[in-house]
């Protein structure tokens, strides 16, 4: 993949405070079977498409750099999102995909090659 746009990815995150919304174990606030296996939230000051701050997903390596990003499709929200993942090692990569994948929602893992 084109390195310029990870590393723009990264400055994104190094350039703008991390919001922790849904910490690691809680349910979602409409949907209480889904649990967030590690934090959730958002990039204070950015902007997404759904008006909110952009969404990033916050796994357990030390560095703050962008590992993928999980592309979503919501047929019940009638909407399209990117999720950041940061830090994320493969395996919680995965498992950030697997709570984007239900029955009104797809999703696309898109790894970072370095």
């Known amino acids: 993949m084109d390195d310029q746009f990870w590393n ?8 703008h405070p991390i919001v922790i919304d849904r910490p690691a174990g809680t349910s979602h606030p409409r949907f209480q079977d889904i649990v967030y296996p590690f934090d959730y939230g958002y990039l204070d000051g950015t902007g997404a498409f759904d008006g909110d701050g952009v969404d990033w ?6 560095r703050l750099a962008v590992t993928g990003a999980i592309m979503t499709v919501d047929v019940a929200k009638a909407d399209s999102e990117v999720k950041w ?9 995965e498992l950030a995909l697997a709570t984007h994948r239900t029955e009104w929602q797809s999703a696309l893992l ?4 370095e």
């Open 8 to 15: 723009r990815a990264d400055q994104l995150v190094a350039s």
């Open 57 to 62: 997903w916050r796994g357990g390596l030390p």
């Open 85 to 93: 993942l940061v830090g994320c090692t493969a395996d919680e990569m």
């Open 110 to 113: 898109i790894f970072r090659n």
